[in-house]
């Protein structure tokens, strides 16, 4: 049985309602913590992953991120509140997520 985990929802909009520029940011943070596969093709990490939901680009930042690498939680936390951006926190299964 799958354990629901807690996800951090970082969205591409400001809190006013604004679109946050550049628009690549979302990718640019979640490649940082990626790697390279034996295909040679780019795989984003568990804890950080690009998402689009319900239409909108958002960065997906897995709690266990806290514990893996506080330091990463901590720089896209903080980035985020730096420049005002809407999170919300939710609960998912793992057995629908990728």
């Known amino acids: 049985m799958n354990q629901p985990t807690q996800k951090l929802i970082i969205e591409g909009v400001r809190e006013d309602g604004s679109r946050f520029r550049p628009s690549d940011w979302i990718e640019r943070i979640s490649a940082t ?3 390279f596969g034996p295909d040679h093709r780019l795989r984003y990490a568990r804890g ?3 998402k689009v939901i319900n239409g909108q680009k ?8 806290r514990q893996e690498n506080p330091a990463a939680y901590e720089y896209v936390l903080a980035f985020a509140k730096a420049n ?6 939710t609960t998912v299964s793992d057995e629908g997520d990728e």
Request: with cysteine; net charge negative.
């Open 48 to 50: 950080v992953q690009p």
């Open 58 to 65: 958002c960065l997906v930042v897995d709690a266990m991120l």
């Open 33 to 35: 913590l990626a790697t």
């Open 84 to 89: 005002q951006l809407r999170m919300n926190e």
